[in-house]
């Protein structure tokens, strides 16, 4: 069963960086799919950031892409976020999951961790 | 890219069926047969219900079934339940410029 756990600080400050991890556990980063980042302001909907290839391909959304970068270490079967230059608007339940680039969908979901961006 | 446009709001009875809309254009859901749909109950996760327009994942029950017809995608859930009360998030490729898009959410209330 492939599960994903995010994992970083719940708060951050405005203008700093944002830091996620995700680590998956019961598939091989390495053995294929991209790796996706979602995120979802409170009372609010679905929104992609970005995704990841185990060779370090990526594609991001267009409306974040000069804040974000994502990165990916098969050793440990972890990828990652970083999110530069965060305000309130950023605050967020930040998911993790498995993007079926072949097909444009995620099916299987980490728990998601809150991101609140307040000083 | 904009949000692709949900119905706020569905409704029906236990064992009624409710049927959601998800309008986008021919720049992704007209455009390529790549729609999702997924459900989220308060506090949890998204679960994949529906991906390539028509098919459910292994476990996801022949109740929820999806359909397209040109810019427009939808999700049919047939025999209401309880447990089908929940927020649902449609989704679509959209181009190797802007790759995903999601929709607004439709809250579905089982009366």
């Known amino acids: 069963q492939v599960q994903l756990q995010e994992s970083g600080p719940g708060l951050v400050k405005p203008s700093e960086t944002l830091s996620l991890t995700c680590t998956v556990s019961?598939?091989?980063?390495?053995?294929?799919?991209?790796w996706g980042w979602i995120r979802q302001p409170p009372g609010k909907g679905l929104e992609w950031i970005g995704s990841?290839?185990?060779?370090?391909?990526?594609y991001y959304n267009p409306s974040l892409k000069s804040r974000v970068t994502i990165s990916v270490d098969t050793s440990k079967n972890q990828f990652s976020l970083k999110l530069s230059s965060v305000t309130a608007a950023d605050t967020a339940v930040y998911y993790c999951?498995?993007?079926?680039?072949?097909?444009?969908?995620?099916?299987?979901w980490g728990q998601g961790t809150l991101v609140t961006v307040s000083s | 890219q904009s949000a692709l446009t949900q119905p706020p709001s569905a409704s029906g009875s236990p064992g009624q069926s409710v049927t959601i809309s998800c309008t986008g254009t021919?720049?992704?859901?007209?455009?390529?047969?790549?729609v999702s749909w997924y459900q989220q109950h308060p506090g949890k996760a998204p679960k994949l219900m529906i991906y390539?327009?028509?098919k459910r994942p292994s476990g996801v029950p022949d109740r929820f079934s999806g359909s397209k017809s040109g810019n427009t995608a939808s999700l049919t859930v047939s025999g209401l339940q309880a447990e089908d009360e929940a927020d649902y998030y449609c989704?679509?490729?959209?181009?190797?410029?802007?790759?995903?898009?999601f929709g607004t959410g439709t809250k579905v209330t089982v009366l």
């Open positions: 999951a498995r993007d079926d680039d072949s097909s444009g969908y995620f099916d299987y």
């Open positions: 019961g598939y091989s980063i390495s053995s294929g799919y991209y």
């Open positions: 990841i290839y185990h060779s370090g391909s990526t």
């Open positions: 021919s720049s992704d859901v007209g455009g390529y047969n790549y």
């Open positions: 390539e327009v028509s």
């Open positions: 989704s679509s490729y959209a181009g190797s410029n802007n790759f995903f898009v």
